[in-house]
Nanobody, 118 residues
């Protein structure tokens, strides 16, 4: 599985961005997809993940109500809509794929930088 993330950029506090992650590989439609982020000087942290069918989602507390994860299995793409961004959201955002029957995310994209200015 290859993952290509895009959509990052420099925005102001309160703005929105939508990240996309295009995946190749036969396991995309049957695997959990997720977004992680790593801020400056911080450890990587889980932001959100979504079930294969898109019906079940999980969000970290710090993004609940602001971010929305979705997927389009016909396009092999997962999205992260980010609203009400604040400077604490500044990080490199990574998409990840968890193959079926796997207990961890095994495939990672290259990351896309999101910078939020105050």
């Amino acid at each position: 599985v290859q993952l290509q993330a895009s959509g990052g950029g420099l925005v102001q506090a309160g703005d929105s961005l939508r990240l996309s992650c295009a995946a190749s590989g036969v396991t995309f439609r049957s695997g959990v997809m997720g977004w992680y982020r790593q801020g400056p000087g911080k450890e990587r942290e889980l932001v959100a993940h979504i079930s294969p069918g898109g019906l079940v989602t999980y969000y970290a507390d710090f993004v609940k109500g602001r971010f929305t994860i979705s997927r389009d299995n016909a396009k092999n793409t997962v999205y992260l809509q980010m609203n009400s961004l604040n400077p604490e959201d500044t990080a490199v955002y990574y998409c990840a794929a968890k193959p079926p029957q796997s207990t961890e995310f095994r495939y990672w994209g290259q990351g896309t930088q999101v910078t939020v200015s105050s």
